[in-house]
């Protein structure tokens, strides 16, 4: 950083970078799912409307769809019929993608912060000053310290770009908070457990399962579209939902039985269940016997984890363990006990998930109809670039000895490793943050703001003016994905499938594609050698040709479907040797016995709250995509704020109306910004429940401006997963504050 530069500030982005209000609309309405989608394409075609190619990247289910411009202006998007990832429906959000286009609060050209009478601001640079600043200071970090002491932070398809840049540099620290902060436990679990990840979107075979078990996961509010689908099509079938979740969700209100669980107990139900399963012989024997690892040691380890047991730990009663527990076998193997998606709740994560696919593994689901399929994916040829330079420290060498069993970097451990220590030769010096709002993502944030005081360099790329880009030296405006192309959507489902991504739109304002951008920065980096294809279209029908199509042809049909050339359903007594240890579904981990760990889990009593507060859970809105998506004018009319759960009980003991206004401060005395109440009793008495994303506190955003409360903000206790560095986030309790007079 600058010497003038002493301490980084915070800057409100003005006219230089963001525009006017707009009003939006938006509607949300029930779907007859018995009406193909193609009828609705035919008759939008009539019309005589144009249409693009496009997969959305509203979430990370990148559905894909069609842009439809009606006189040459933006008029609606549909899902694609030929998609398995839409089924030619898509979700309230996707729906919403327009006005990520037509939000006037959107970044509208490059920035860099200067000095200007004693104060910083930013001022509006071209591109290639943004691009010289951008790359000076690049090179002053790698000559003082280290190529390696530059990380990515990436959430959304053009970080491929930026990641192949930085590698380039000579630094491999890239990290997603979709690691640590969501799915990681999970992928880590099964990968320990059956040698395989589950992967997104997830290989569940929901639309063939006869019982389905959900502990946490919100199906509904989480609008995971095509999985929402399958759920729908599953429960219209008469399948049996066992939910478990302290709050009576949308899932479970079709659920056949609802446990209403304590929180912090979820592992000693699952263990609960896995000895019922065992000791009442209720499991797949054939299955077990050939393809599983450890069954004795599992069975005398589960042998005290009884319903009786279970009972004043989880609050559930034996009987309902039991019943439960019968269930599941009843409708074995096309019993799915869901995986989960956002899985980092107390510390002990990796543990819990194993028991969760353990389970799984009793009643024999994997690789079973109406269990977990295998995924096809198609392949197709990147074009080939140089090999990488050596990569000589990671973030690994920050924390010697921990987190033995992670694959990714982690987003935190990078955050923690930016504050200098006296025990580390070389902290982070500079970050590139591409579409992750780090400050409102990241737990504990006053860490966050801490690790960006010690940094040269910090490059926020973006569409919005999230919190992050007032604490950036330089904001690089990235166009909507309905301006741009984008690398092909090759994403895992029952049919191996390719979309294309094209521009239905000219990028507004002096906004740009992130491949441009980099293309363009690998120059002033004498890096271009990474990025042989002058252009997207170029790149794209390299890729293309290796499966014997072309740009031309995806930019008419959208989706193209390849043959799957193996079988959905493998493990009905076929030899299958599994990428384990021992080459078997390992119900006992060799690999967690040998880092250290119990190679079973087993179950550890969580932290109490204390007296008059509550444990804080969190979810998801089906509108709304973490805070991405807040700001949107047509999403933001659906849900402007979010409200906190109170139980009716609980808000009669605090004398607490329904509606009105009020404050959350937890342990540590971090307090909330207003947030309004909803008394319910679809909620336990010991816990609290609000829904992520919301509460920004700058009012460079407009319409999500102090709208509800940010939960991230109550978040400074975290419980770190000792195996691989999952943040375990529900371990902080609320008390309630009545607003200041």
Not at 58 to 80: L, R
Request: proline share 6%.
């Amino acid at each position: 950083m600058s010497q003038q530069l002493k301490r980084r500030e915070f800057i409100k982005i003005s006219g230089a970078g963001v525009g006017g209000m707009m009003a939006g609309s938006g509607l949300l309405q029930a779907v007859d799912f018995s009406n193909p989608q193609t009828d609705s394409e035919e008759l939008i075609e009539r019309k005589g409307t144009e249409r693009t190619a496009t997969y959305c990247e509203m979430c990370f289910w990148k559905c894909a769809g069609w842009v439809y411009k009606k006189d040459g202006k933006p008029w609606k998007i549909v899902g694609h019929a030929e998609d398995p990832n839409s089924n030619g429906r898509f979700c309230p959000r996707g729906t919403g993608g327009i006005g990520a286009y037509t939000d006037k609060d959107r970044l509208k050209t490059p920035l860099i912060r200067v000095q200007k009478n004693g104060k910083q601001v930013f001022r509006k640079a071209t591109w290639d000053e943004a691009f010289e600043y951008i790359a000076r200071k690049m090179n002053i970090i790698k000559e003082e310290h280290g190529p390696d002491c530059i990380a990515l932070f990436t959430h959304g398809s053009g970080g491929s770009y930026f990641k192949n840049l930085l590698r380039g540099f000579g630094s491999n620290n890239v990290a997603a908070p979709s690691y640590a902060q969501c799915r990681g436990p999970r992928e880590e679990a099964y990968m320990l457990t059956y040698g395989e990840v589950v992967g997104s979107p997830e290989r569940t075979d929901m639309q063939n399962s006869k019982c389905i078990v959900l502990l946490g996961s919100h199906l509904g509010e989480n609008m995971h579209n095509g999985q929402v689908q399958e759920f729908v099509e599953a429960v219209a079938g008469g399948a049996s939902v066992i939910t478990v979740d302290p709050r009576f969700s949308t899932a479970a209100s079709k659920s056949k039985y609802w446990l209403p669980i304590k929180p912090a107990t979820d592992l000693a139900l699952l263990l609960a269940w896995i000895h019922v399963i065992i000791y009442e012989e209720l499991y797949d024997k054939e299955y077990v016997e050939q393809y599983t690892y450890g069954f004795e040691q599992l069975k005398a380890s589960v042998k005290h984890n009884t319903p009786e047991w279970a009972y004043p730990i989880t609050t559930i009663k034996p009987h309902l363990i039991r019943e439960t527990a019968r269930e599941m076998a009843r409708y074995a193997p096309a019993t799915l006990v869901h995986p989960g998606r956002h899985v980092t709740w107390y510390g002990d994560d990796t543990q819990r998930v194993r028991a969760n696919a353990i389970l799984n593994a009793l009643l024999g689901s994997w690789g079973r109809r109406g269990g977990f399929y295998a995924p096809a994916k198609a392949k197709v040829k990147k074009p080939q670039i140089p090999d990488y330079p050596e990569f000589k420290r990671s973030w690994r060498d920050a924390f010697p000895g921990k987190y033995p069993l992670a694959n990714l970097a982690i987003s935190s451990g990078i955050c923690d490793a930016t504050i200098p220590t006296p025990e580390r030769d070389c902290s982070f010096k500079g970050w590139i943050v591409y579409g992750t709002n780090l400050p409102l993502t990241l737990p504990q944030p006053e860490k966050t703001y801490e690790a960006i005081q010690n940094l040269d360099l910090l490059v926020a790329v973006d569409i919005m003016p999230s919190e992050i880009t007032g604490w950036a030296d330089v904001v690089l405006p990235e166009c909507t994905y309905l301006e741009r192309y984008d690398d092909l959507r090759i994403s895992q489902g029952r049919v191996p499938t390719v979309a294309l991504r094209a521009p239905a739109f000219k990028p507004k304002y002096d906004s740009k594609p992130a491949y441009w951008m980099d293309r363009e920065l690998s120059k002033k980096l004498n890096l271009q050698h990474y990025f042989p294809h002058e252009t997207m279209e170029s790149y794209l029908n390299e890729r293309l040709k290796s499966i014997g199509s072309s740009l031309e042809e995806l930019q008419q049909i959208g989706v193209k479907r390849l043959d799957n050339l193996y079988s959905l359903y493998y493990l009905n007594g076929e030899d299958y040797t599994f990428a384990t240890a021992s080459g078997k579904i390992e119900l006992y981990s060799t690999l967690l016995a040998e880092a250290g760990y119990d190679p079973i889990p087993k179950y550890k009593a969580h932290e109490e709250p204390p007296e008059g507060y509550y444990r804080l859970v969190y979810g998801r809105a089906p509108m709304h995509t973490f805070g991405r998506t807040i700001n949107n004018p047509h999403l933001h009319d659906l849900k402007s704020e979010n409200e906190v759960w109170i139980n009716r009980k609980v808000a009669e003991l605090w004398g607490i109306r329904d509606g009105e206004y009020i404050i959350l401060e937890n342990q540590d005395g971090k307090q909330s910004n207003r947030i309004k109440v909803k008394v319910t009793e679809r909620i336990r008495h010991d816990t609290v429940y609000m829904v992520h994303g919301f509460g920004h506190t700058d009012k460079r955003m407009r319409r999500a401006y102090n709208k509800g409360a940010d939960d991230n903000a109550l978040i400074s206790k975290v419980h770190v997963d000792p195996i691989m560095g999952g943040t375990g986030m529900r371990g902080n309790f609320v008390t309630f504050k009545r607003e200041a007079a």
